[in-house]
Structure formats: C-alpha cells, structure tokens
C-alpha cells in the first residue's frame, strides 16, 4: 500500500515537472491583466445597472405616492 502512494507522489512529480508546459513571466502577466480589465468593466457594467434600476425605481415609487 505505501509502495502505491508512494509511486503516486513521483508520477505526480514526473508530470509536473517534465510534461507539463508553464507560461512564461509575460504570457502569464498578460492573461492577468485580461482578466483585471475584463473584471473592472463588468463591475462597471452592473454598478451602471444598478444605478439605473436605482433611479427608475424612484421615480415609479414616487409617483405612486404622490
């Protein structure tokens, strides 16, 4: 049983190391900031969305308390 956990942790380790391919500094620092810009616009989007909702739902509770 220790024999197969132990063969387990060394093709674990073969894989890593030597089949798996890594990005390097700089695709990995560009896909980061994909994922940032494309995150800072949908906050932008939904908070734009929200604020609208917001004010329609002012003026239509407003004029059904007038």
């Known amino acids: ?3 197969k956990i132990v063969n387990y942790f060394k093709a674990c380790y073969d894989e890593l ?3 798996t391919s890594w990005p390097t500094r700089r695709e990995l620092t560009h896909s980061a900031v994909i ?3 494309a995150s800072l616009i949908i906050a932008l989007v939904v908070w734009l969305m929200d604020t609208v909702f917001k004010n329609l739902m002012d003026v239509v509770y407003s004029l059904g308390l007038s």
Request: aromatic residues 12%; without cysteine.
């Open 1 to 3: 049983m220790f024999k």
């Open 17 to 19: 190391m030597h089949k």
């Open 35 to 37: 994922v940032l810009s």
